[in-house]
């Protein structure tokens, strides 16, 4: 055979160059597929088989927890603030005062009397008409009959403490509570919905349309 017949023939032969690559390939990829299959078997296995902390994690935990704080802002909405307000301040004062009663007044000073006066003489000797003239001593009590109304102006000073009692939902509360209460109700309700045992889960599964 000449030089020129063997290139040709060496140039019709194909090339086998990583020919020998495939098998261990389409192996290797056999070998994932049935690992994988196999692995989600085992973890759909041990949730179907084990499940208790899953639920114990629902029911003792998640939806308690929920409904606690459900229950804590609807409480929240009824609560009152119990309070006592310190006042200390001045009021004005002003009103008419009926004075009506019985006093003794003393004198300060003498006061002077002057008064007409008839005189009658004894024994069919007429009448003497006159002026008498006398002076009330200092220091002397006189009885006195009061009636009047004695006009008041004043201000007194205010100290007190004052209870206050303030129910939250009417002082503006309630619609922050109400929605509060309505951004966890959704989860409540999600939460409330899970299962609580692997048989409410067979069941869910079974009756969930396909």
Do not use: C
């Amino acid at each position: 055979m000449t030089t020129s017949e063997s290139a040709s023939v060496q140039a019709a032969r194909p090339t086998r160059r990583g020919s020998g690559l495939g098998p261990l390939w389409n192996a290797f990829k056999n070998i994932a597929i049935v690992f994988s299959f196999v692995v989600n078997v085992i973890l759909v296995l041990v949730l179907l088989l084990a499940p208790d902390p899953v639920f114990m994690v629902k029911s003792q935990v998640a939806e308690p927890l929920l409904l606690d704080l459900d229950s804590a802002f609807a409480a929240l909405g009824e609560t009152r603030i119990q309070s006592i307000v310190y006042i200390t301040d001045t009021m004005p004062v002003v009103f008419d005062l009926p004075l009506a009663q019985n006093t003794d007044v003393v004198l300060v000073s003498a006061v002077p009397l002057q008064a007409p006066a008839t005189f009658v003489l004894p024994g069919g000797g007429g009448a003497i008409h006159g002026t008498v003239q006398l002076a009330l001593p200092q220091g002397m009590a006189l009885p006195v009959a009061l009636n009047l109304m004695v006009p008041v102006s004043t201000t007194v000073p205010v100290v007190m403490q004052v209870p206050v009692e303030i129910p939250l939902a009417e002082a503006g509360m309630a619609p922050a509570i109400e929605q509060l209460r309505a951004v966890f109700s959704p989860l409540t309700g999600a939460v409330q919905s899970l299962p609580n045992s692997t048989e409410e889960l067979l069941q869910q599964v079974v009756n969930t349309p396909q």
